[in-house]
């Protein structure tokens, strides 16, 4: 099963905005949402930068009995390994659910899109099989009164494949 799902990009493309855009519609019908940063410290809300950019986060969704984690970080292999390796804890996973589960059904992961070594798509790639991972391209928009507009036709498309 396509579990691991990749959203794709160059630097600066728009991964951790779609990202937040696919939170905040899965949101919208989800039986339980909590927001962590990196070092997975529980957040109130989606935070953004002094240039209006929205900050990287870990996002638990259950839709559905599904649970499904959104990590937005995806420029730093190591950075993503490391929050990656931590979720094989299965009490970190109960903690991050509130006791609800102790398994992940969707990863929504992020990669810049040119394989090179030590990249991050080259360590999805090898630590991913490919019937386990689905890729979605999102896409940038330069007025950036439309940066999430642009996004939702891939979120809906993420969503459709989360859904089926």
């Not at 589960?101 to 991050?120: E, G, P």
Request: overall charge positive.
């Amino acid at each position: 099963m396509e579990n691991h799902i990749i959203i794709r990009a160059g630097v600066n493309g728009g991964k951790t905005t779609t990202c937040g855009v696919l939170y905040e519609e899965l949101s919208k019908k989800a039986e339980f949402t909590k927001l962590y940063n990196y070092k997975f410290e529980e957040i109130d809300s989606l935070k953004y930068n002094n240039e209006g950019n929205l900050m990287d986060f870990i996002a638990v969704i259950i839709l559905n009995g599904k649970v499904i984690i959104i990590i937005s970080q995806g420029d730093v292999a190591e950075w993503l390994q490391e929050i990656l390796d931590k979720l094989f804890d299965k009490a970190l996973i109960r903690r991050l659910t509130n006791n609800i589960s102790t398994k992940i059904d969707f990863y929504v992961l992020c990669a810049r899109s040119q394989m090179r070594t030590n990249s991050t798509i080259e360590m999805l790639y090898n630590r991913i099989p490919e019937n386990q991972r689905k890729e979605f391209w999102t896409t940038k928009s330069e007025d950036k009164k439309e940066k999430k507009v642009v996004k939702l036709k891939v979120v809906r498309e993420i969503i459709t494949h989360i859904e089926k």
